[in-house]
C-alpha cells in the first residue's frame, strides 16, 4: 500500500461534529405516508373521546330508550278488527247458543267475537262445582249433548241447559268443541277446555261466569281425569319467553 507524502507514519482521524451521511435520502413518499398516518391516528382519538363522553353523560343509554319506547304498542288499536270466516264469524252475527235454546226472544244475546279467549292463570282457575256450564249439541249424533253433560256432571261441574246448538252453530264445528264464554268466565273456560283434546274458546259480551261448551264433529269424548289434570297443568306454565340481552328492549 502506498503512503502519500506527509503522512507517513500518521494515522486518519475525523474531526469536527459533521459525519458523512451513510443511508439514502428520504424520500417523498415517506413523508405523505407519515402525515396520512397521523392524521388517522388523530381521527380515532377524536372518534374515541366523542363515544366516552357520550357515555359517560348518559345519551346513548337516553337513545335507547328512547327507541324501545317506540318500539312498544301503545294500547290504542291500529285499526278496527276484522271479522274471521268460518263458524266464528256466523256465530258473531247470531244469537249465543244459550239464549238460542232457551228460545228467548227479549232484548239482545251476547255476541260472539271473533276473537279467542287468553288462558287464565292459576290463580283464576275455579272449581268445578262452581262452574255453570251449558252443553250444545252441533252433531248430527242424537243424544251427544246429553251424554257429555252427564259425563261433565260426574266430574262435579254444574250443567245448566242442555241441546242442539243453534243454527248459526249447528253442523259447522269440524273441531272437537267451542267454548264460548264472557270475561267473568275465562277461568272456567280454562279449566273446561282441559277437559277435552282440541277444544277451541271464544269470547262473547256475557256478563255472567257460565260456559257454552258446542260439542264439534270430531268428538268422541271427554279426557280421562288423569290426562285432562295434566292438560290443565300445561296450559298453566307460563310461556318461556327469552330474557333480553344488555342493549335490548
Not at 72 to 84: F, T
Not at 118 to 134: F, G, K, M, R, Y
Request: hydrophobic residues 45%; charged residues 15%.
Amino acid at each position: 500500500m502506498l503512503t502519500p507524502q506527509g503522512l507517513k507514519g500518521k494515522q486518519f482521524r475525523v474531526t469536527g461534529t459533521s459525519y458523512p451521511r451513510l443511508g439514502p435520502p428520504p424520500r417523498r413518499g415517506r413523508r405523505i405516508m407519515m402525515v396520512v398516518s397521523s392524521t388517522l391516528a388523530l381521527a380515532l382519538i377524536a372518534l374515541g373521546g366523542v363515544q366516552l363522553v357520550g357515555i359517560f353523560t348518559g345519551k346513548a343509554k337516553h337513545g335507547a330508550a328512547q327507541a324501545c319506547a317506540s318500539a312498544k304498542p301503545s294500547g290504542k288499536p291500529l285499526a278496527a278488527p276484522v271479522a274471521a270466516t268460518g263458524p266464528a264469524s256466523a256465530a258473531a252475527s247470531a244469537a249465543s247458543p244459550s239464549a238460542a235454546a232457551s228460545g228467548a226472544t227479549e232484548g239482545a244475546s251476547p255476541a260472539v267475537s271473533a276473537a279467542p279467549l287468553p288462558v287464565a292463570a292459576a290463580s283464576a282457575i275455579p272449581q268445578p262445582q262452581t262452574v255453570t256450564v251449558n252443553v250444545y249439541n252441533a252433531t248430527d249424533k242424537a243424544g251427544l249433548a246429553a251424554k257429555t253433560a252427564d259425563e261433565l256432571k260426574k266430574r262435579g261441574f254444574t250443567v245448566g241447559k242442555v241441546g242442539n246448538a243453534p243454527s248459526a252453530l249447528d253442523k259447522k264445528l269440524p273441531g272437537t268443541a267451542e267454548l264460548i264464554a264472557g270475561p267473568a268466565g275465562i277461568g272456567a273456560a280454562t279449566l273446561l277446555g282441559s277437559q277435552v283434546a282440541g277444544a277451541a274458546s271464544m269470547a262473547d259480551t256475557r256478563t255472567d261466569a257460565s260456559v257454552d261448551f258446542v260439542v264439534g264433529d270430531a268428538y268422541t269424548a271427554l279426557l280421562d281425569p288423569t290426562a285432562a289434570a295434566t292438560a290443565l297443568a300445561d296450559a298453566l306454565k307460563p310461556s318461556a319467553a327469552a330474557s333480553p340481552g344488555p342493549g335490548s328492549c
